[in-house]
Nanobody, 125 residues
Framework: QARIVESGGGLAEPGGSLRLSCVASGFPLGYNPVGWFRQAPGKEREAVGC????????YYIDSVKGRFTLSRDSAAKTVYLEMTNLKPEDAAVYFC??????????????????WGQGTQVTVSS
């Protein structure tokens, strides 16, 4: 049975760093686009970034470019979201999602098939 689990969330100070992990079981994570989304209280879920299957191309929303980095360890069936220089506005529940329908990244949540339960990121001094 396919399952996605995120981990690595927690409390960080402004300017601090966290590394989120997305681990898949039941299917080969290395062959599918993996997106990260976040949702803050009272706000809609928004795409943060995606790592594709084509040359491991990565995409990010403008507000995290230069601060967040996606990477994939296919052997470990894990995708990482390295977050640096965190800002209070980065605080949210972060979700990992996998698209098994095609090979393309997308910013729309409905393009992703499997979702994790989310991990909380809090940025506060």
């Amino acid at each position: 049975q396919a399952r996605i689990v995120e981990s690595g969330g927690g409390l960080a100070e402004p300017g601090g760093s966290l590394r989120l992990s997305c681990v898949a079981s039941g299917f080969p994570l290395g062959y599918n686009p993996v997106g990260w989304f976040r949702q803050a209280p009272g706000k809609e879920r928004e795409a943060v970034g995606c790592i594709s299957t084509t040359d491991e191309q990565t995409y990010y929303i403008d507000s995290v470019k230069g601060r967040f980095t996606l990477s994939r360890d296919s052997a470990a069936k894990t995708v990482y979201l390295e977050m640096t220089n965190l800002k209070p506005e980065d605080a949210a529940v972060y979700f990992c999602a996998v698209n098994v329908a095609d090979f393309y990244c997308a910013a729309y949540p409905n393009r992703y098939t499997f979702w994790g339960q989310g991990t909380q990121v809090t940025v506060s001094s």
